[in-house]
């Protein structure tokens, strides 16, 4: 990515950065990746909302992602079945496995465009406060309906940087 591309992002997030003043969201701005740029916005210890545009020609889209669970085993018919069960049951909110070489992950998240937002500041305010919940409750099916294990995403400055990068791949 060049810079302009990550610069156009961080342009674009400050918009988005002004709504969510207006609609009373509080963030936390995370630091810039060259792949895009982030906020979070924080309701508990575990849970949050990473608020976040992708660099190179995705910069009108906000993406908006919860995690889940994360070093999770590496079961992939355990967390498919789950997940693919969830977003029968859900399709409002789209659950995926991150199955990174390092980690695997499970993820909540929505893509619209920005001006979507802009257009209904209240589907934003429900969107960022919605994300958290299905993430507590697909948290709360897979303690109880699988060996998958895990720890809940936490609010830190290494678990946003964290979740900002895999929201964007």
Not at 7 to 20: I, K, Y
Not at 99 to 114: E, Y
Request: aromatic residues 8%.
């Amino acid at each position: 990515m060049t810079d302009e591309m990550t610069a156009l992002a961080a342009q674009q997030l400050e918009r988005v950065m002004g709504l969510c003043s207006q609609i009373g969201l509080k963030y936390l701005a995370v630091p810039a990746h060259f792949m895009g740029a982030g906020i979070a916005v924080g309701f508990g210890e575990t849970d949050y909302t990473m608020l976040s545009i992708m660099a190179g020609g995705m910069e009108s889209q906000l993406i908006t992602t919860s995690g889940i669970l994360k070093g999770i085993n590496r079961d992939s018919e355990a967390a498919l079945k789950i997940v693919n069960r969830f977003n029968q049951q859900n399709t409002a909110y789209t659950v995926y496995l991150h199955d990174a070489d390092d980690s695997w992950s499970l993820l909540v998240q929505h893509t619209a465009p920005i001006q979507v937002f802009f257009d209904a500041p209240g589907y934003l305010n429900e969107l960022v406060r919605g994300l958290p919940m299905a993430a507590q409750e697909l948290r709360r099916q897979v303690a109880q309906e699988t060996g998958l294990g895990g720890e809940p995403w936490s609010w830190t400055a290494h678990d946003h940087s964290a979740l900002l990068l895999k929201s964007l791949l």
